[in-house]
């Protein structure tokens, strides 16, 4: 069976060594959530990955797509027309938190070069979303990050990383990556205080 | 620069200041030619109405106003319940004209197609289709001129029609009732004497008629914010006491000259509504009657699209005589327009909007296939460079780049 993580679920538009943008079909927004972490090639080379979280999901509009949310008695068929025979795609930012390099080795690190345009986007699997976020390198670059909501991008990443675990590691894993972010953000408690509560393991059993 | 604005500011206030005195001007002329519809609005004038339109062709006064088909002309008639289910099906053209300056003459017609099953909750069938003609039969005309952009247009419009036809055709056995909306006035008029397949595309158009006519397909031709001046020359023919029928005194509108009627109807129709059916007494008409017979006649109406509450927006509907012969036929497809118009706050009927824009090429897609045909020329060994104006209108049309020039401190 085709995983989810087999088949793209975007493509990228524009992209710098800091992160890239990507646009999908309004088919795919089931399978994009904030936080996520997705995968593009920089060159030829399939050794060769950038990894980067998922944020800025949106959706552009149009004169006609206006129009439509104006008027009030739109049928089923219209709506169905716009959403799968327009070019109206999702756009979705990305910033980069790592590559794999040409030696199989993940490093927390910005990129040597981007992604091209119209490279296909994946979703990582479980077991690549462990091995990326198996260090808290990363964090550094996600909290410095200009123009992105970093706390709130970065608790949804660790959300997601501590479900791709055994859930008895669930909580240590949480609490190290509190412990990090404490570090980080030892000279700014308002944004330390808003990450710790967001990622706060209330629902991870404690063995 | 190419517009310079501050020398047009006078000359648009002037526009302004003119257009608002002619307002109130037509305003005036507008509750006359509401005084003579209520004064014929009794049923029993119809048989008159007529008499008169039928007096006034028989003196070869050069009538063209409309002549009321069966119902009285003060009845504003609502559309039928919107049927539960329907096809519909809309179909436009665009086109790109023979450039001199290119690097090979060609003409690219592109022709798009929507079907929507109505209350399917399906999502609707797209089609665009592009032409290609650069064969000497279809750029040059007998005399080796070079087809004019009015050709263009024609062939453009006559294989809109065969595009409805077409489909409409493919969709024989699907559910009814069956709209099948085209762009425009179904009496082409754009078929002129430079056209060297003139007859031959007459003969294209008529065949698509009678296709659609064939399948029962409720074909309509939309015109949007219609500028058509029948009815006020019907009112003002009423108006002329019998003995003053001549081509001078029908030459103008009398004293609702200047009005349309549009300008009569928006005070009258309500959301929905439709005038009642008339017949355009025009040379093309007859013409129409006479090459299709009597069911390809052209019968028109005018109806309000607005939503309740906003203010009138009217299209004028034509329709063949098979479609207004079927009175239950024409309610339902009235009804089908005006749900497909509620689609858009513009109140344009969405599937047209979008056959628009599965058909209009724009200025990027033209250079794309420029570069395409540059390059299957190359391909061949043949000369493919643009003429010297075509290269200088591109360097100086492309995106500009812009130098400031410093100030001195």
Request: a negative charge; one cysteine or more.
């Amino acid at each position: 069976m085709t995983k989810i993580w087999d088949e793209p679920i975007a493509y990228v538009l524009r992209s710098s060594t800091s992160g890239f943008s990507a646009g999908a079909g309004l088919n795919q927004i089931d399978a994009l959530a904030f936080g996520m972490i997705v995968k593009a090639q920089p060159g030829s080379d399939p050794r060769e990955v950038v990894y980067g979280l998922l944020y800025d999901i949106h959706i552009d509009d149009d004169p006609l797509v206006r129009q439509l949310v104006l008027a009030e008695a739109v049928s089923e068929e219209t709506i169905r027309d716009q959403r799968q025979h327009r070019i109206a795609p999702v756009e979705m930012s990305v910033i980069s938190i790592g590559y794999r390099d040409l030696d199989g080795r993940v490093r927390q690190a910005l990129p040597p070069r981007p992604p091209i345009s119209l490279a296909p986007v994946f979703l990582c699997s479980d077991s690549e979303s462990r091995e990326v976020t198996r260090f808290f390198d990363y964090f550094r670059l996600v909290l410095s990050a200009p123009g992105v909501p970093s706390e709130q991008l970065l608790a949804a990443n660790l959300v997601r990383a501590a479900q791709t675990r055994p859930a008895d590691e669930q909580y240590d894993f949480l609490i190290e990556a509190g412990r990090e972010a404490a570090r980080l953000l030892s000279g700014d408690m308002a944004r330390l205080d808003n990450l710790l509560r967001l990622i706060y393991p209330h629902n991870v059993v404690v063995e | 620069m190419a517009l310079e604005f501050h020398k047009l500011t006078d000359q648009v206030e002037k526009m302004g200041q003119d257009l608002a005195s002619q307002k109130e001007e037509l305003d005036g002329k507008v509750e006359i030619a509401i005084q003579i519809l209520e004064a014929h609005a009794d049923p029993a004038f119809l048989p008159y109405i007529q008499d008169r339109v039928a007096d006034a062709v028989s003196k070869d006064a050069g009538y063209r106003g409309a002549r009321p088909l069966d119902e009285p002309i003060m009845n504003m008639i609502p559309p039928a319940p919107l049927p539960e289910t329907a096809t519909i099906i809309a179909t436009d053209g665009s086109q790109i004209a023979p450039n001199t300056h290119g690097a090979a003459l060609y003409y690219l017609l592109n022709i798009g197609t929507i079907v929507v099953n109505h209350g399917s909750g399906e999502t609707p069938e797209i089609i665009s289709q592009p032409y290609l003609f650069y064969e000497p039969e279809y750029i040059y005309t007998q005399d080796k001129g070079l087809i004019t952009a009015g050709t263009v247009s024609a062939r453009r419009t006559v294989n809109e029609m065969a595009a409805l036809a077409e489909h409409a055709w493919y969709k024989r056995d699907e559910v009814r009732p069956m709209l099948a909306l085209f762009d425009g006035s179904l009496l082409i008029l754009g078929i002129g004497a430079d056209v060297p397949d003139r007859d031959q595309l007459y003969g294209i158009y008529f065949s698509a008629m009678t296709r659609l006519l064939e399948v029962n397909a409720g074909l309509c031709g939309y015109i949007d914010r219609p500028r058509s001046s029948f009815i006020v020359g019907l009112l003002h023919l009423l108006d002329l006491p019998e003995d003053l029928v001549s081509r001078a005194t029908l030459a103008t509108n009398g004293r609702i000259e200047g009005l349309h009627d549009l300008h009569v109807f928006e005070t009258i129709l309500q959301p929905g509504e439709r005038t009642p059916l008339f017949v355009q007494m025009s040379p093309q008409n007859k013409d129409f009657r006479r090459s299709g017979g009597q069911t390809h006649e052209i019968v028109f109406f005018y109806m309000n699209v607005a939503a309740p509450d906003e203010r009138a927006q009217l299209a004028r509907i034509e329709i063949p005589m098979w479609v207004a012969n079927d009175r239950q036929f024409v309610g339902e497809l009235q009804a089908l327009i005006y749900h497909q118009c509620q689609q858009l706050m513009s109140r344009y009927p969405y599937v047209l909007t979008r056959a628009d824009e599965l058909a209009v090429v724009k200025g990027d897609e033209t250079k794309q296939l420029n570069v395409l045909i540059q390059v299957a020329l190359t391909r061949y060994g043949l000369d493919s460079t643009e003429s010297g104006k075509q290269i200088n209108k591109n360097s100086a049309r492309s995106r500009k780049t812009r130098f400031e020039v410093q100030q001195a401190k």
